[in-house]
């Protein structure tokens, strides 16, 4: 059965730093390529970064390229989201997201607010 399990949200200030981890489970991990989407309040959910198996390709949402960095370490069947620099208008909740055999699979999502 296919897991993912996000942690790592919290409360920052603007300019501030979070690293999120999505530990993944029921699959073969470096098999599939890895995503993260965000839905800010009152917001459609949008694709953030996605990381291919090896980690050799990888593509941002323009609004966070620059501030926000994603890695994977598939011996520890995990994916990272290092989000340097926060804004107020990254405020989410935050997802992790992988396609296994045509299904779609998603987090219970941890929710990030960016707010003095």
């Known amino acids: 059965q296919v897991q993912l399990v996000e942690s790592g949200g919290g409360l920052v200030q603007p300019g501030g730093s979070l690293r999120l981890s999505c530990a993944a489970s029921?699959?073969?991990?470096?098999?599939?390529?890895m995503s993260w989407y965000r839905q800010g309040p009152g917001k459609e959910r949008e694709l953030v970064a996605f990381?291919?198996?090896?980690?050799?390709?990888?593509n941002y949402a323009d609004s966070v390229k620059d501030r926000f960095t994603v890695s994977r370490d598939n011996a520890k069947n995990t994916v990272y989201l290092q989000m340097n620099s926060l804004k107020p208008e990254d405020t989410a909740v935050y997802y992790c997201?992988?396609?296994?055999?045509?299904?779609?699979?998603w987090g219970q999502g941890t929710q990030v607010t960016v707010s003095s």
């Open positions: 990381i291919t198996p090896t980690g050799r390709f990888i």
């Open positions: 997201h992988t396609n296994v055999r045509a299904m779609n699979y």
């Open positions: 029921g699959f073969t991990m470096d098999r599939y390529g």
